[in-house]
């Protein structure tokens, strides 16, 4: 008895094991970047990252909804100064009328600039990245624009051009006004193209700037505001950050946008309006933008790998082909090698290449050369469109002459044209047989008609045998000599 209930609970536990396989496979291939199971710690409202090797999107959470720009409007503005200034070594010098079109209030920050003074245009932009100077933008769009209003005017052309249609800037500085927003998609577009400058990528990439000493000042030098790349701050450090911005206001929350590149990877990511939040019950707040865009990076770094998912040679479809000499199919292969991005345990047969329904032929005529683009084909993992690539021919195929023959005859028996003419000739047939079964049956012969020489009008024609003619010859009228 006792080995009968051993071999039950054996069984049992096989089993219990198997379907634990099968939901740890079914997990593991049906996760995405963006599952439940880690972004439900995240505090903060927006976020977005994308990778800067593909730019495939990693995490996102209300990336396309209106949130306050806060201090990211500042970005804007150097890259305004970027393009319309061009040879940033030239100098500028601070003017009383540069620097009145900002009110100095309690707690703006400034570089504390003082007309009389002189400074490169990259020095002046440098400083706007890093710290965020209100002077110093203020010195920016007086020599490019003169007014407040103008150089607002310059910006909104800038985030139009860049395709951020969720983007409308009020106030230059970025604080809270009526009918100012943008989104974390938006920012994250604007930084990217920003990074495309070599003098936006450095300085975003700062820990802190100098302005030199002049006749007026000492040298100064200003922090920049990313403690995500501050070792100390063990709550917020990440060792693959590289460069960012951090800024806030009480319509945008807690705000940081931050570059990062590690182990081959890069990525950028925006987190905006997080809150100062308990969240490890230490009894002290942490922010959560930053708390949140450090573990995203965490989890990215850890768990996501590229993977080589189409190359050439590589058949993934094949599609029917006339006139093709000894095949009647082609198959098809990728253009080139894709890699994505997808959770480190997921294999590339996890991932799916699908041929786009649009672009995909029934039915290619050959001949066909190898290599020659046929369709696109979706690159998809965990019903997500991760990239697209080419579908090309595998092999040429040549043309074979009986099959053209064959399937030009068959194309002209299907032609409307010869349909026709085969009802007609059909017509003919049947009328025929009904004419020769209606004789066959009454031993009556259909009349013969002739058309008469006036009028057209059809009359008998009335056939003589031999007898009536020898008669009518007997008679008298006779045959002419």
Not at 29 to 55: I, R, W
Not at 216 to 244: C, Q, W
Not at 420 to 448: D, N, W
């Amino acid at each position: 008895m006792w080995v009968y209930w051993m071999k039950k609970l054996l069984i049992f536990f096989l089993t219990v094991l198997m379907l634990l396989s099968v939901f740890s496979s079914a997990f593991l291939c049906g996760a995405d970047f963006n599952s439940e199971q880690f972004t439900k710690d995240l505090q903060s409202y927006a976020y977005y990252m994308v990778s800067l090797d593909n730019d495939e999107v990693i995490f996102s959470k209300n990336q396309d909804k209106a949130v306050a720009p806060a201090a990211f409007a500042k970005l804007v503005a150097a890259v305004v100064a970027i393009e319309q200034w061009g040879d940033l070594k030239q100098k500028v010098k601070i003017t009383e009328e540069s620097l009145s079109l900002v009110k100095y209030d309690y707690g703006v920050r400034t570089a504390g600039i003082k007309a009389g003074e002189t400074f490169t245009k990259r020095q002046l932009v440098d400083c706007l990245i890093v710290y965020g100077a209100n002077d110093v933008e203020s010195v920016i769009a007086y020599n490019i624009s003169k007014t407040k209003e103008a150089f607002v005017e310059e910006m909104n052309k800038l985030v139009q051009k860049i395709g951020c249609t969720n983007t409308k800037i009020i106030d230059m500085l970025g604080f809270d006004a009526d009918g100012q927003y943008t989104t974390a998609e938006d920012v994250l577009k604007i930084i990217r193209y920003a990074l495309n400058y070599p003098v936006f990528s450095k300085a975003f990439d700062l820990k802190q700037c100098t302005l030199p000493k002049t006749a007026l000042s000492d040298e100064k030098t200003f922090a920049g505001s990313n403690r995500m790349a501050t070792s100390s701050i063990a709550d917020y450090y990440h060792p693959s950050v590289t460069g960012g911005k951090q800024t806030t206001t009480d319509k945008a929350g807690e705000c940081i946008a931050v570059t990062s590149s590690m182990d081959g990877y890069s990525y950028l990511t925006v987190v905006m309006k997080g809150s100062l939040k308990d969240i490890d019950n230490d009894k002290v707040d942490e922010n959560t933008c930053m708390t949140d865009a450090r573990a995203m990076l965490k989890w990215a770094y850890s768990n996501i790998r590229f993977r080589v998912v189409a190359s050439p040679g590589q058949i993934v479809y094949s599609v029917p082909v006339s006139c093709g000499k000894d095949t009647d199919s082609l198959q098809l292969t990728p253009e080139n090698e894709v890699s994505v991005l997808v959770p480190s345990k997921v294999t590339s047969h996890s991932v799916l290449i699908e041929p786009v329904k649009d672009s995909m032929p029934s039915r290619i005529m050959a001949p066909v050369s190898k290599g020659k683009v046929i369709c696109k084909a979706n690159i998809i993992y965990a019903n997500k469109v991760l990239s697209t690539v080419n579908l090309v021919a595998a092999d040429s195929v040549g043309l074979s002459l009986p099959g053209l023959v064959m399937t030009g005859l068959s194309g002209m028996l299907k032609s409307r044209l010869f349909i026709v003419l085969e009802i007609i000739a059909l017509i003919v047939l049947v009328y025929f047989a009904v004419v020769r079964i209606y004789s066959e049956k009454t031993g009556k012969k259909p009349k013969l008609y002739a058309l008469s020489s006036k009028g057209g009008e059809k009359k008998p024609v009335k056939k003589q045998n031999q007898t009536e003619s020898k008669t009518k010859n007997q008679s008298g009228n006779r045959e002419p000599k």
